[in-house]
T-cell receptor, first 111, second 114 residues
Framework: TQLLEQSPQFLSIQEGENLTVYCNSSSVFSSLQWYRQEPGEGPVLLVTVVTGGEVKKLKRLTFQFGDARKDSSLHITAAQPGDTGLYLCAGLILNTDKLIFGTGTRLQVFP | DTAVSQTPKYLVTQMGNDKSIKCEQNLGHDTMYWYKQDSKKFLKIMFSYNNKELIINETVPNRFSPKSPDKAHLNLHINSLELGDSAVYFC?????????????FGPGTRLTVL
């Protein structure tokens, strides 16, 4: 069974701090996506990374896809309360149409 | 002007009952999905339809039956509900199946089986 493990599971920080969330697997993925989910809503796509080693920046968020396309990280600089939410990575299994989701990281940023 | 909508938002029912959840997307997408999110927030694919054809069917009990009357709708019917079916069910759609397409999620249906 393919599994995408995220760490940490929970993260509680003060506004202004930096943080990194990791998404790891033993499987290789065609692409990897990061979603954010707020309470009572569905996940919303933040970014898609496709090439091994790729780095994408979205304002204060930096996403990296591992060279071997088995892992990814999300770094947030100067976190804000509006960043609070559940962050989910999702990998597209090679040669399939199936997207599997990570175990999730719940982030809380206090003012 | 919701992109992916689901009804109902909340569903509370007794064990053994049969219930349906409806999903509609107005994005013109070809592919629709059903996911189950458990109490630990783990999101797992259940079914995927592309142009009304079933393309992904995970190991889901036979009590769950998806139906796609047209490519804008994907409904989920659940027979003989069990306690373990309690979860949030999300419908999603994408332009095409898999690849790097963004999936657009509905707001979820919280099912509670008593």
């Amino acid at each position: 069974t393919q599994l995408l493990e995220q760490s940490p599971q929970f993260l509680s920080i003060q506004e202004g701090e930096n943080l990194t969330v990791y998404c790891n697997s033993s499987s290789v993925f065609s692409s990897l996506q990061w979603y954010r989910q707020e309470p009572g809503e569905g996940p919303v796509l933040l970014v898609t990374v496709v090439t091994g080693g790729e780095v994408k920046k979205l304002k204060r968020l930096t996403f990296q896809f591992g060279d071997a396309r088995k892992d990814s990280s999300l770094h947030i600089t100067a976190a804000q309360p509006g960043d609070t939410g559940l962050y989910l990575c999702a990998g597209l299994i090679l040669n399939t149409d199936k997207l599997i989701f990570g175990t999730g990281t719940r982030l809380q940023v206090f003012p | 002007d919701t992109a992916v909508s689901q009804t109902p938002k909340y569903l509370v029912t007794q064990m053994g009952n049969d219930k349906s959840i409806k999903c509609e997307q107005n994005l013109g997408h070809d592919t629709m999905y059903w996911y189950k999110q458990d109490s630990k927030k783990f999101l797992k694919i259940m079914f995927s339809y592309n142009n009304k054809e079933l393309i992904i069917n995970e190991t889901v009990p036979n009590r769950f039956s998806p139906k796609s009357p047209d490519k804008a709708h994907l409904n989920l019917h659940i027979n003989s509900l069990e306690l373990g079916d309690s979860a949030v069910y999300f419908c999603a759609s994408s332009q095409d199946s898999g690849r790097v397409d963004e999936q657009f999620f509905g707001p979820g249906t919280r099912l509670t089986v008593l």
